[in-house]
């Protein structure tokens, strides 16, 4: 069994930044792919980043690119996503996903098998 829990979502207005921690207890931390995907009201939730199980790979949604950043320490079974100027389309809950395997980056709901409880971000205007 894998456990994940999100923290450092909250509230900042456009432009400001948060970095998202996706904290993951269990199973060989190392061994799993790790996603970022966003649930908006009334939307349906959509991948934001993905990184691979070494850290090496990283994938990005076109909405945010060159703006998030996926990254993950090992040795502290802890995965980040840094998000930088950030606008009030980014308001959504955000969570973390695990999907066990070494390869390549998954960007569907469905391939992930475990997941965190999610963490509120709100960008105000």
């Known amino acids: 069994q894998v456990q994940l829990v999100e923290s450092g979502g909250g509230l900042v207005q456009a432009g400001g930044s948060l970095r998202l921690s996706c904290a993951v207890s269990?199973?060989?931390?190392?061994?799993?792919?790790v996603g970022w995907f966003r649930q908006a009201p009334g939307k349906e939730r959509e991948f934001v980043a993905g990184i691979s199980w070494s850290g090496g790979s990283t994938y990005y949604a076109d909405s945010v690119k060159g703006r998030f950043t996926i990254s993950r320490d090992n040795a502290k079974n802890t995965v980040y996503l840094q998000m930088n100027n950030l606008k009030p389309e980014d308001t959504a809950v955000y969570y973390c996903?695990?999907?066990?395997?070494?390869?390549?980056?998954?960007?569907?709901?469905?391939?992930?098998?475990?997941w965190g409880q999610g963490t509120q971000v709100t960008v105000s205007s």
């Open positions: 269990g199973r060989t931390f190392s061994m799993y792919r």
């Open positions: 996903a695990a999907a066990p395997g070494v390869g390549v980056i998954l960007r569907r709901v469905e391939s992930y098998d475990y």
